[in-house]
C-alpha cells in the first residue's frame, strides 16, 4: 500500500516582491527539486481556511488534517499546553504564557524577562499555588510558558492579561460574555496571576538575576485562552497510523490532540528527510512541518526566505524517491507576505505527486504557477479527502 508524506513548509507563500523584481521568493529561489515534483505532479493552490481568510499555522494545520478549525479551534493555549506535553483533556482551558518583567506598579518592562532560559525552578515554585475547585498546571520552555486550568464551570471567554505591550500595566482578565463560568474564570486567572507574581519576586533564581542586572521573570503574562477540544483520533478517522516531524510547540500540540506519534525533528533538513523515510517504515502518514520560511518573512526578509526555500528544495530532493510508489504533498500552510512581516489571507501552491496521479500541464512550483493546475482552487480541508482517495482508503458515498 503506498504511503502519504506530508510536507508543509510554514509560511513559504509569499506575495511579488519589489527587490526580487516582482517575483515571490518561491519564483526567485532555485528549486530544480520542487520543480521536478509539480512536473510529475498534480498541481493546484489552496484557501487554507476559506478565501480571504488569514489563517493561523494552528487553524490551517487542523484542516489541512481534516479538522475544521471553525468547529474545534477556540484559542491557541491548548495547543501549546499539549506541544509542550502537558496531557491535556477535553474541557480545560489553557493559555500560553511569558515569563515577564514589571515594576512594582505591574508596569510591563520586558514582555520575555530577557529571553530568560532557566525557567524550570520558578515553574517548580509555581507548583504550590492552589485554587479553590481547579487543577492548575504549568509547563515552561525557556521563557514561554503553558497555563492549564482543569475543573467544572470554567470558561475560555476571558480577555488576555498580556497587554501585549511594554511601559504599560499589566491587564486584569475580564470575562468575555456575561457568563458566571466567565466570571469565575477571570477572577481565578487574576488571582493566580496575583499569587505567582508573589511566589516569582521572592525566587532565587530571580534575586541572583537582580544581582547580576538581567530582567527578572516576576511575572506570568497569559494569552490566546482556549478550550481543549475533543478531536477524533487520527488513525480512526483515517484508518493509518499517523505521525508528526515538527519544531514548533503549537504543530507538535495539534498532532498529539490528534492521536499522533509525535517525532522530535533532526536539526539538518537533509537529516530531516531521510528521518521522515525512517518514520514512514512504521506509519503511513506523516506530517512534516518546517518553520523557517515563515520566520523570515516575519522578519521582513526576502533574501533570507530565498535561502531557506532553496535548503528546503534539497531536502525535497531526498524525497524523490518516495514519490514514485507513494504520495508526496508538499504544500504551505499559509502565505506569510515579506513586506508585511505577518500572514495574509492569499491562497498557497500545492503540489500532489504520486504513482497514480493526473499530471497536469504545470512544469514548476511556485504561487502563480500552480494556480493553472489540475486540482484547480481547493481548501485546507479538502486535502485529506483528496489524498484518501488516491491511496484508494476512502469509503464510497452511495451505491
Ligand atoms: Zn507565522
Redesign the pocket.
Known sequence: MPRALLLVC??LADRPVRELGGRTPLEAARTPNLDALADSGITGIADPVAPGVRAG?DTSHLAILGYDPLKVYTGRGPFEAAGMGIEVMPGDVAWRCNFASVDERLVVLDRRAGRIQETEPLVEALGSIELPGVEVELRSLGYRCALVFRGEGLSHRVSDTDPHATGVEVAPARPLEPSPEAERTAELLNTFSAMAHRVLEGHEVNRRRAKQGLPVANYLLARGAGVVPELEGFESRYGMRGACIATTAIIKGIARLAGMEVVEAEQDYLDRARQALRVLERCEFLLMNIKEA?EAA?DHSPERKVQVIERIDALVGELLEFARDNYLVVMSDHT?ACSVGD?CGDTVPVVIAGPEVRRDGVRSFSERACASGGLGRIRGMHIMPILLDLLNRSEKFGA
Do not use: A, F, R
Open positions: 510554514d509560511g499555522s515563515d516575519h506569510t500572514h
